[in-house]
């Protein structure tokens, strides 16, 4: 069955840095859109990054120039380098593959938390 496992998260200091790692399997990875949402509490999920296998990228305005997002099609990997953090990351980041009209699928991991916090 598929599965997304994050990894990562923890606790750091404002302006630090952390890399968060998703690795999929049980899917035909590269028609996947792969995508970093994060849930903070008594707020909506929303989508943070997200990365076609051709390399398209979209982010959430307010992480542009810090966060990036990049995947490795060989080894069904997804990132999410996280630079410059800020209290107001602090959420739930959870690693998300869509298929879109080809699978009518979309998969979640399970979680990981990020807190931002002196």
């Known amino acids: 069955q598929v599965q997304l496992v994050e990894s990562g998260g923890g606790l750091v200091q404002p302006g630090g840095s952390l890399r968060l790692s998703c690795a999929a399997s049980?899917?035909?990875?590269?028609?996947?859109?792969m995508g970093w949402y994060r849930q903070a509490p008594g707020k909506q999920r929303e989508l943070v990054a997200s990365?076609?296998?051709?390399?398209?990228?979209n982010q959430l305005t307010s992480v542009k120039g810090r966060f990036t997002i990049s995947r490795d099609d060989a080894k069904n990997m997804v990132y999410l380098q996280m630079n410059s953090l800020k209290p107001e990351d602090t959420a739930v980041y959870y690693c998300?593959?869509?298929?879109?009209?080809?699978?009518?699928?979309?998969?979640w991991g399970q979680g990981t938390q990020v807190t931002v916090s002196s």
């Open positions: 998300n593959a869509d298929g879109g009209a080809i699978t009518g699928t979309e998969y």
């Open positions: 049980g899917m035909f990875f590269s028609i996947y859109v």
């Open positions: 990365i076609t296998s051709g390399g398209s990228v």
